[in-house]
């Protein structure tokens, strides 16, 4: 069971800052759990309704305790869980995970590198890393000003591409000028996407933009190949960041 003091102390983590400040992002529901208890990352803290508590088969049916060497482990009522959660129908379990260490952390390469310029909205981002962890990208490269890849949103978004994939938050045109790597640029104005004559098999680098002003003027100065998706029914302005992105990276790497 949980107290009412360790309830209010672990409802503090609703807020972002209190995340960033010590480290570690909130997860939630089932399929996340087990996505985060797979990927090796510290559980710092789980709390669990008496369902997931009996279905995961994490815990130790004798002694009541679950599998997990460290961390704190509470069972929870639907009420607490609400108490908890950032969702609008929490899902049985919620999860305090530590952040990695970048600098540690083992980087499968592929052939490509996305970089992300200025994307806001949560979902964007996570489905974008839900995309990129399909195609096999591993490292992700973002502006200071993209959304933290650990906003409670993003990670849900990411159905635990979070958990595979590498992101790193940094001055976005110094890194793309120092990169040693051919730049794509999803522009309105480049080379139809369509047009290439084959598939890129060389280190490189696709960088997407804002969803409504694009790519900044100092990340495009790093640009080397810009592409388009060609506007086959003339009439929408634009396509949804995301929606691009994934159009792209099949068309360069799939």
């Keep these: 069971m949980i107290s009412k003091n360790k309830l209010k102390e672990l409802a503090a983590y609703r807020q972002q800052k209190r995340c960033d400040e010590e480290a570690v992002f909130v997860v939630e529901g089932p399929k996340m759990a087990a996505e985060a208890m797979a990927s090796g990352f510290a559980v710092k803290v789980l709390c669990a309704t008496a369902?997931?508590?009996?279905?995961?088969g994490e815990w130790r049916?004798?002694?009541?305790?679950?599998?997990?060497?460290s961390g704190e482990?509470?069972?929870v009522s639907?009420?607490?869980?609400?108490?908890?959660?950032n969702m609008r129908t929490p899902n049985q379990v919620w999860m305090l995970v530590e952040r990695p260490d970048n600098s540690s952390?083992?980087?499968?390469?592929?052939?490509?590198?996305?970089?992300?310029?200025?994307?806001?909205?949560?979902?964007?981002?996570?489905?974008?890393?839900?995309?990129?962890?399909?195609?096999?990208?591993?490292?992700?490269v973002c502006s200071q000003d993209t959304v933290?890849?650990?906003?409670?949103?993003?990670?849900q978004a990411s159905m635990g591409a979070i958990f595979r994939t590498r992101v790193d938050y940094v001055d976005l045109p110094q890194w793309l000028a120092g990169c040693g790597m051919p730049v794509y640029g999803a522009t309105l104005d480049g080379e139809p996407i369509t047009e290439l004559s084959s598939r890129n098999t060389e280190p490189s680098v696709l960088l997407i933009g804002n969803e409504g002003r694009g790519i900044s003027a100092e990340a495009l100065a790093a640009v080397t190949r810009p592409v388009t998706i060609p506007n086959r029914g003339g009439t929408a302005e634009s396509l949804n960041a995301s929606v691009a992105a994934a159009i792209l990276i099949d068309r360069l790497i799939g």
């Design 105 to 140: 952390l083992i980087t499968h390469h592929s052939s490509l590198v996305l970089a992300l310029d200025r994307i806001q909205d949560p979902g964007n981002m996570g489905t974008i890393m839900r995309t990129a962890d399909w195609y096999g990208i591993r490292h992700i």
């Design 73 to 75: 482990f509470y069972e």
């Design 148 to 155: 933290s890849c650990y906003n409670p949103k993003v990670v």
């Design 51 to 56: 369902e997931w508590r009996v279905e995961s």
């Design 78 to 85: 639907q009420a607490e869980l609400e108490r908890l959660s």
């Design 61 to 69: 049916a004798e002694s009541g305790e679950w599998r997990a060497e």
